[in-house]
């Protein structure tokens, strides 16, 4: 045969590989096709442009929870998911990362003396990793892992498809295991020794870890600020601390609204495992009076509240804090972990609301809050004497409107209105301590 011939020969050999190549993908899209055309409605979907219907979004004043039985067919969903974007990393050295044995990971972790829930089940980390398959897909984004202790969630986000993950590991005895599988990867994954619950701690002067400044953890991972409306550059996985959940809540809040901390670099995601009991609160609306407070009023304002997955806290291992003998019990409810996307919005800030006077309007709601059942006529006369009522008006409230009853999106105008008055004292807000209702 001719070296011509034997050209063409290849050419044909080569494009017949890749025609049996695309067909294998187009099976694969259509099993997993079926597979959504009968999952239940709220089943989460595989296809990488992430269907909007699995979305739970606190908007138009509704939320919803996920039901036990379509959990069992997300972790089925997940499972497929896993094994087949885990066939493609290319920045790491290895096809599939092994997620370890549930006993050898529960050793681990008891060994630990911080008190804190772990995920060391492989079939739970596939599971949240399949939750965020989207998050995963946005190359642009950094995943910040906070305190991944053995490693388990971690492998799952880099088989899935992680292009860039930063373990923030606060307990120094999980550091040797992470650094280890940080030493096999090809710069896909890096390890700092930080607690990203603690980050920018008040005062000044030199820090040693797992304290840390944003600002130098920032720097170190070369990660620069962008503008606030730009696309999401960090987004933060974990499992909120139950001890200080609401305390940590606050912070984060208090630092999105000032533009502070790690709101400073963008509007930073969170991704974050948080107790039923603190979402229901999270995501009420003025019905539910026991549960609608300033703290979920201010999420809501400044975030889109996504719903992704909920699991048993008996899925979650909890080691024990242990000081000399004794031991330090911990009451945590008896309920569900709710895996919850917390974006901030986009055209939260406006030129009457910006990160200089958004402490104020934290403030704001705080004092409304004090006594829920006082119309806010009464508070308007206050702030604005001349145009209190006219503003109630404008705002399209009832004269006899409790601070309890106005919703989240109403305050944000009313805060807005506020600031246009020119009657408005400089001091129209008293200071108060911090409170966590």
């Not at 290319?90 to 990971?105: H, I, K, T, W």
């Not at 992680?162 to 120094?172: D, P, Y």
């Not at 670099?265 to 039923?276: A, D, N, T």
């Not at 704001?364 to 508070?379: A, D, G, I, N, P």
């Amino acid at each position: 045969m001719s070296s011509q011939g034997l050209k063409f020969l290849l050419m044909g050999i080569r494009t017949a590989v890749g025609h049996v190549h695309v067909s294998h993908s187009v099976n694969l899209a259509s099993t997993c096709t079926s597979i959504i055309h009968f999952a239940p409605k709220r089943t989460y979907y595989l296809d990488s442009n992430y269907s909007s219907q699995g979305q739970t979004q606190v908007q138009q004043g509704r939320a919803e929870l996920i039901s036990p039985n379509v959990g069992l067919t997300q972790r089925n969903l997940s499972a497929v998911a896993s094994s087949l974007l885990g066939q493609c990393r290319p920045l790491s050295r290895y096809d599939f990362l092994d997620l370890g044995a549930v006993e050898e990971n529960t050793r681990k972790v008891l060994a630990s003396r911080s008190l804190r829930h772990f995920i060391v089940d492989p079939d739970l980390a596939r599971v949240v990793a399949g939750h965020l398959e989207r998050d995963l897909a946005d190359g642009k984004a950094v995943i910040f892992e906070c305190n991944p202790g053995p490693g388990v969630l971690t492998r799952a986000l880099l088989n899935s498809g992680a292009q860039r993950v930063v373990a923030l590991e606060s307990n120094k005895g999980f550091l040797p295991d992470l650094q280890a599988l940080e030493s096999s990867l090809d710069g896909q994954m890096e390890v700092v020794h930080c607690d990203f619950f603690k980050l920018d701690p008040i005062g000044h002067g030199t820090l040693k870890p797992p304290l840390m400044y944003s600002e130098k953890l920032f720097n170190d991972l070369g990660i620069s600020d962008v503008p606030w409306k730009s696309d999401v550059p960090v987004k933060v996985v974990g499992i909120f601390p139950q001890r200080n959940e609401r305390n940590i809540l606050w912070k984060l809040i208090f630092a999105l609204f000032e533009r502070a901390s790690v709101y400073h670099y963008g509007r930073v995601e969170l991704l974050m495992f948080m107790s039923e009991v603190e979402y229901m609160k999270l995501v009420a609306l003025p019905k539910e009076q026991t549960k609608y407070k300033p703290l979920g009023v201010l999420w809501q304002m400044a975030c889109d509240i996504e719903l992704l997955h909920k699991e048993p806290l008996s899925s979650f291992v909890v080691s024990i804090k242990r000081s000399g003998n004794s031991v330090h019990k911990t009451k945590v409810p008896k309920d569900h972990l709710c895996l919850v996307r917390l974006t901030p919005r986009e055209h939260l800030f406006t030129s009457n609301l910006t990160p200089t006077n958004g402490a104020s309007l934290i403030m704001m709601v705080k004092q409304c809050f004090s006594k829920r059942k006082t119309q806010l006529v009464e508070h308007l006369k206050l702030w604005s004497p001349e145009n209190g009522e006219k503003i109630l008006t404008e705002l399209g409230l009832l004269e006899d409107v409790q601070t309890g009853q106005v919703f989240p999106e109403e305050y944000k105008v009313l805060f807005e209105r506020l600031q246009q008055s020119k009657e408005l004292p400089q001091n129209w807000l008293y200071n108060e301590n911090l409170v966590t209702k």
